[in-house]
């Protein structure tokens, strides 16, 4: 069974960086397509990022040239490095293993002054 553990939300202010991880277990990591998604206060969760196996990268159109989503296949790890946050960035923030269709359980980023 796979399990995602996200890590590295916290209180950050606008125009700020943080740097978000996911480690991933239970499952062969490298070869397969991991993403971001996030979900604000009142609304629907939507997808922020995603990479294949074999690192092509997408965005949603609110974050590019922002966000960055990497992978390190030697730790079982995705990253999204988060930078140039604006309040609207507010959202927890999960993992997500399509092939698995497993889910973390999120981490809290809170762009705020």
Sequence with gaps: QV?????GGGLVQPGGSLRLSCAVSGRAF????????????????????QITGISSTTYADSVKGRFTISRDNAKNTVYLQMNSLKPEDTAVYYCYAPLASAWGKGTLVTVSS
């Design 30 to 49: 490298s070869g397969v397509s991991m993403a971001w998604y996030r979900q604000a206060p009142g609304k629907q969760r939507e997808l922020v990022a």
């Design 3 to 7: 399990q995602l553990v996200e890590s």
